[in-house]
């Protein structure tokens, strides 16, 4: 594991998303990123991580980007390849990285399925065990989370992070394909808690676009992946 940071920001929250139900996380994150002001400062390195570089529009994707917004001081990470395998690595590494900033927050951004069979829309959950953040969520008129099992890191985040306080916003999805509009209303949610005045109509409206990008990206590094199998399989036999 190797993190790589070009600044230090002191003090930020620090929101995290990563691929799950519905894409949520990554696609909130791709859409803060691009609706902020936003530089990248950092990135994570996992060896345990197939070597798969996606391009889009002339440049490199990171698998595992850290990204930072100066006007409301958050540090983002954005990770566009699944963690599956690595979910208690990638977790020490924010960890670390939430250490060496002495961050404030760390908050989740995660779909969760849905039990309805038949949904007419995404309802959105909070968890946090600190009870000032909880009076902040019931405010905004967020539901607490009563019941659930949380996998992949947001489920490590929260068994592994003791000192930083973590909040997790949850948005239902009906889907495992990207789900925008799902990410729409996460981002909806995160603009009440953190009053950062962004417009989450765009994403509703680009909903096609994201999906396109990512299912793209998704498919691209599934491919590079079974390809690398189908090589080691080859040496062996």
């Known amino acids: 594991m190797e993190i790589i940071l070009k600044k230090k920001p002191k003090n930020p929250i620090i929101i995290e998303g990563f691929p799950g ?7 909130a994150t ?15 390195r996992f060896d ?6 996606a391009i889009h529009e002339g440049g490199i994707v990171e698998p595992l980007g850290i990204f930072y917004n ?51 829309q995404s309802r959105i959950f909070y968890f946090t065990e ?5 009076k902040k969520f ?13 996998m992949g890191v947001t489920g490590a985040v929260l068994l592994k992070i003791e000192k930083t306080p973590v909040s ?5 999805t009906h889907t495992n394909l990207p789900d925008s509009k799902a990410a729409a209303k ?19 409206q680009q909903a096609e676009k994201f999906e396109e990008k990512l299912r793209g990206l998704l498919i691209k590094s599934k491919e590079a992946e079974e390809l690398s199998e189908k090589k080691k399989l080859s040496y062996v036999g």
């Open 48 to 53: 345990e991580a197939p070597p798969i570089a």
């Open 70 to 120: 100066k006007k409301y001081n958050i540090v983002m990470l954005h990770a566009v390849n699944p963690t599956n395998g690595i979910e208690w690595k990638v977790t020490e590494a924010l960890k670390n990285i939430a250490k060496q900033l002495n961050a404030k927050e760390i908050i989740s951004l995660e779909g969760v399925g849905s039990v309805e069979t038949e949904p007419t």
């Open 138 to 150: 019931e405010k905004i008129g967020m539901k607490l989370l009563k019941e659930g099992i949380i």
């Open 168 to 172: 997790c916003i949850f948005v239902e």
């Open 186 to 204: 996460i981002i909806e949610a995160l603009d009440k808690y953190l009053g950062l005045k962004i417009d989450y109509k765009p994403l509703l």
């Open 130 to 134: 600190d009870k000032q953040k909880k």
């Open 21 to 27: 139900f519905g894409l949520v996380g990554t696609i």
């Open 30 to 44: 791709e859409f803060l990123i691009d609706h902020l002001e936003t530089e990248q400062i950092g990135k994570i």
